[in-house]
């Protein structure tokens, strides 16, 4: 069934492109192939070059032998995923509650999910400041528990997972709705309990929508910057995250260290980007299917 | 994965973890995450790791990174104990308000006396601070030079110079910088120690900031905008600063003395709140001590900064030329009241800078 | 053949345009389970992560007397910051328009070689942190950058201008459009292109006429998605732009400016201005979602 699909869809699109004459596609193709390759593809090499400049062995030593430099890599790494485990467990309940069901409030709770999306990360920061901040208004009841949130740690979680909210949200709420209820409905008169329904129905549906939006929110949360930098208080090897050591690294003259830590960013979003692509057919796939029978 | 999270227990794992790692993160915590690069030789009694912040303006990373090697080697030879030192640095004024504002400094050295100052009437420091080191709490003193581009096209000599029309300045923003208060107090002095008045010397101010296309945060932000993206023709900046921008230019950029300058004095002290709470005065306390030694007088000399002992100063005479330094007395009552009349909400030059429309 | 087809053609129509018609009503509530336990925490995270610090915000800006607000939302600089923040907005959001249109027809309509890759890449501007985006591209446009040796004796200044910061925020809203008008293009019949040939319009005939309406929905969603995702865009402008107030100063800048400088309460006040935009962006970009979906079915 999907065959003939995918094949329909192909033929539509070949006949659709053949009554445009020559040079208009060819003029077309040359200014697509020099958008993208001026705003991204230039770039992209431009990093990598940068860091490379001054051979494979300066490479290895910007990376590894500042040890704020290595600080602010295990820091990322012990951030982001912080964030974006928090925000899956987020994902697939607001995915559930929205897409399922319909109650007096959806579009506002569904406005909500997608609010962080559109705040400017510096709000969010500031937003944090204000609550968790030592003049804000948490602030002395953390101060006399001891529990540092700004210029620490957990202030950094708090952004990464503020900003990177409604990623898996956004991604499981259409494909959710597209699947059906069907399968759930089944499978309660059948009579499964909620949690063996939605461990073997609803997971097993939605496992490249959650795959995908923990993809995007895992890029999301590895390079923000803005957030970050409201809360963080730039305590070099312990409050910078990669982003932040990039910008600081170029502060202090260090261009080639900083474009070192840049391309390590950037491989991380070109892994990103294959895993996309990879699961975009696969989700497309299984959707098609999914809608088709 | 997806298993794990379809089961009520996984869910209850990965929901600890999140409440742990979110909580349990403290100093402790990070501490594992980073590198130490000491092996040590134990001490029983007190803890043998200590780790002291040490929150200081823009331009010092440099300094404090070798002051800092230089400091952890001798403590480790006299007490047998490890010392890790953090630094954060950004405009003199944000750090003292981030301090206020619960970033965890053991020892504070800031640009300007007022920035400490604040700090002390938030309670975070004692009030008898600066009688509790040498010099008043004063371990070096710079003032406030001029850079230009390679062969200094515009002619820049003096400060009557700057306000040229074809002339644009980089300065950072005074109400966060302590360059950019300094570079303020400099210019308002060189008209007042020239027989100049008050209104001649607001004039000449309000002339200068016209001629800033951009005040950034701090020292450093300033130093860039000027070195590396090319904005501006001259920028008023520390000593220290214009001698390592002007280093790595290889070139570009050469330095100015005017005439006449500020004494700017970049005084240091002990956060007691945070000492106190940390148990790290002891260690705070060698750690500001060691800046008066003559090994750290060296270093201080060495990156630009004209050392408090005479003795070194006269040593780099060739790296420090004369110039005729005013103090902040001949302009103002005191650091405390320049700060208040004209850096406070509302204060000269809030009243200079908004009447400048573009 | 061509009945299965056309079926298949149906349900796939149906599914980019209008997933409401295929869920089912509150029948689900009584017998789904997990109603209460997932609003439940859905209500608690949102209200907890989001709800309050904002409001945190809200309130502290209204805890100004409002002279003191007004005097810190409507300075000189302030308006600036505002009037830059939307134009270069618009700007890069109008150019990701007509660029990414070419780019989305040129994708789903030729083959070519390497295609597959071009595809793939337009995501990049997702996934690459904006901090780095920021760092290449103002090294690529200064005076003896990669592409700046070429533009600045052209007297085309790519970095530290207004300019910079359209370019960069071009790219960070690049892959909005492309990706909304995708799916568009997909499902377009063409059976009504060739109707229209046959009939005897010219090929500019048929795009204006024929295709161009079916894609405006989509292209102004594109549009409005890309704009306030500039708005907002801190970490690569700062990068670029020089942070000239009145020249090249956007509204998140101007409010870390006046965190640095610790005015807390002026800086929420601007943070509330810029939020009331992108929460009136966020409204637009769902009303016209709303609107697209009915206009298709």
């Known amino acids: 069934m999907s065959e003939l699909k995918e094949t329909s869809r192909g033929l539509s699109r070949h006949s659709a492109g053949r009554h445009d004459p020559l040079w208009v596609r060819f003029t077309l193709i040359a200014a697509t192939v020099a958008v993208i390759g001026v705003l991204v593809i230039v770039p992209v090499v431009a990093v990598f070059y940068q860091a490379l400049a001054q051979g494979v062995g300066a490479y290895w030593r910007n990376l590894t032998s500042d040890p704020d430099t290595r600080h602010s890599v295990l820091l990322t790494l012990a951030v982001a995923p912080v964030a974006v485990v928090a925000n899956l467990v987020f994902g697939v309940a607001a995915a559930w509650t929205i897409a399922r069901f319909r109650f007096r409030g959806r579009t506002v709770l569904t406005v909500l999910v997608d609010l962080p999306f559109a705040v400017s990360p510096v709000v969010a920061g500031l937003s944090l400041v204000l609550i968790f901040g030592l003049q804000g208004y948490l602030g002395p009841w953390l101060r006399v528990h001891d529990v540092k949130v700004i210029f620490a740690l957990p202030g950094l979680v708090l952004a990464t997972t503020f900003v990177t909210l409604p990623f898996v949200a956004r991604e499981l709420i259409p494909v959710m709705e597209a699947i059906g209820a069907d399968e759930e409905l089944a499978a309660v008169s059948l009579g499964a309990s909620g949690w063996q329904m939605f461990r073997r129905v609803t997971l097993a549906n939605i496992r490249w929508g959650v795959l995908y939006g923990l993809i995007l929110s895992s890029a999301r949360a590895t390079g923000e910057f803005g957030a970050v930098y409201v809360v963080s208080g730039h305590i070099a090897g312990r409050t910078d995250t990669m982003p932040l050591r990039v910008e600081k690294l170029f502060q202090e003259y260090n261009t080639p260290g900083s474009f070192t830590l840049a391309s390590v960013l950037t491989s991380i979003a070109l892994v990103t980007l294959a895993l996309k692509v990879y699961l975009e057919r696969k989700t497309r796939h299984e959707l098609a299917e999914a809608v088709i029978s | 994965m997806k298993m794990i999270l379809g089961t009520s227990a996984g869910r209850l794992v990965i929901a600890a973890f999140l409440t742990v790692s979110i909580l349990g993160c403290d100093n402790s915590g990070t501490a594992k995450v980073h590198s130490s690069s000491t092996d040590a030789a134990k001490v029983d009694a007190a803890p043998s790791q200590v780790e002291l912040l040490n929150v200081s303006y823009d331009p010092t990373r440099e300094l404090w990174r070798q002051v800092n090697e230089r400091f952890v080697a001798a403590y480790r030879k006299e007490a047998a104990r490890d010392v890790t030192i953090r630094q954060s640095h950004g405009g003199s004024g944000s750090q003292a308000r981030a301090v206020i504002d619960g970033l965890e400094a053991d020892v504070a050295t800031l640009a300007i006396w007022s920035d400490i100052d604040a700090i002390r009437k938030a309670g975070l420091i004692a009030d008898d601070w600066q009688q509790r080191l040498p010099h008043d709490s004063l371990p070096y003193f710079s003032t406030i030079v001029f850079v230009v581009r390679k062969g200094n096209p515009h002619a820049i000599k003096d400060w009557s110079d700057l306000v040229r029309p074809d002339v644009a300045i980089i300065t950072p923003s005074p109400k966060t910088s302590g360059n950019g208060k300094l570079s303020f107090l400099a210019a308002w002095g060189s008209v007042l120690r020239r027989g100049g008045s008050e209104v001649d010397a607001r004039e000449f101010v309000t002339e200068l900031y016209r001629h800033t296309p951009v005040l950034d945060t701090g020292a450093r932000a300033a130093t860039n905008t000027f070195a590396q993206k090319g904005i501006g023709d001259v920028h008023l900046t520390w000593e220290n600063e214009a001698v390592l921008e002007v280093a790595e230019s290889k070139g570009q950029l050469q330095i100015v003395y005017p005439p006449i300058s500020i004494r700017a004095e970049p005084f240091v002290a002990l956060v007691d709140a945070n000492v106190d709470r940390k148990s790290t005065r002891e260690v705070a306390e060698e750690y500001l001590k060691f800046l008066y030694t003559l090994e750290a007088q060296q270093v201080i000399a060495e990156n630009g900064y004209r050392p408090i002992e005479p003795a070194v100063l006269a040593q780099h005479s060739d790296t420090f030329p004369e110039l005729e330094l005013f103090e902040i007395a001949e302009i103002a009552t005191g650091w405390a009241e320049a700060n208040d009349r004209f850096f406070a909400e509302g204060g000269v030059f809030d009243q200079i800078y908004d009447s400048r429309v573009e | ?297």
């Open chain 3, 1 to 297: 053949m061509t009945v299965a087809s056309s079926e298949i053609r149906l349900k796939v129509k149906l599914f980019f345009d209008a997933p409401d018609l295929m869920t089912t009503s509150t029948i689900n509530r009584r017998i789904l389970p997990g109603f209460r336990l997932s609003l439940g925490y859905t209500v608690a995270w949102l209200g907890l992560l989001v709800v309050v610090p904002l409001a945190g915000c809200l309130v502290k800006a209204a805890s100004l007397p409002f002279d003191r607000f007004w005097g810190a939302v409507w300075t000189a600089r302030a308006r600036a910051a505002y009037a830059f923040t939307l134009t270069s907005s618009f700007a890069s959001a109008w150019i990701n328009v007509v660029l990414g249109l070419i780019v989305a027809w040129v994708l789903v309509r030729y083959e070519f070689p390497g295609k597959r890759w071009l595809d793939s890449l337009v995501d990049l501007p997702f996934a690459l942190p904006t901090a780095v985006a920021g760092l290449v591209y103002s090294q690529l446009y200064v005076e003896n950058g990669w592409l700046g040796q070429f533009l600045v004796p052209l007297g085309i200044k790519a970095a530290y201008s207004r300019l910079a910061v359209v370019l960069v925020l071009t790219f960070i809203g690049f892959p909005f459009v492309v990706r909304t008008l995708q799916p568009v293009l997909e499902s377009l019949d063409a059976e009504i292109e060739d109707a229209a040939f046959l009939l005897g319009a010219t090929r500019w005939q048929t795009f204006r006429r024929v295709l161009l309406p079916a894609l405006v929905p989509a292209m102004i969603t594109g549009f409005a998605l890309s704009f306030a995702r500039a708005m907002g865009e801190y970490g690569s402008v700062v990068f670029v732009s020089g942070n000239m107030p009145f020249k090249t100063e956007i509204a998140p800048v101007l409010i870390v400016a006046r965190l640095k400088e610790f005015a807390y309460a002026e800086a929420t006040a601007i943070a509330v201005v810029l939020l009331a935009m992108s929460i009136g962006m966020l409204l637009l970009v769902h009303m016209l979602e709303h609107w697209s979906k009915k206009s298709h079915v």
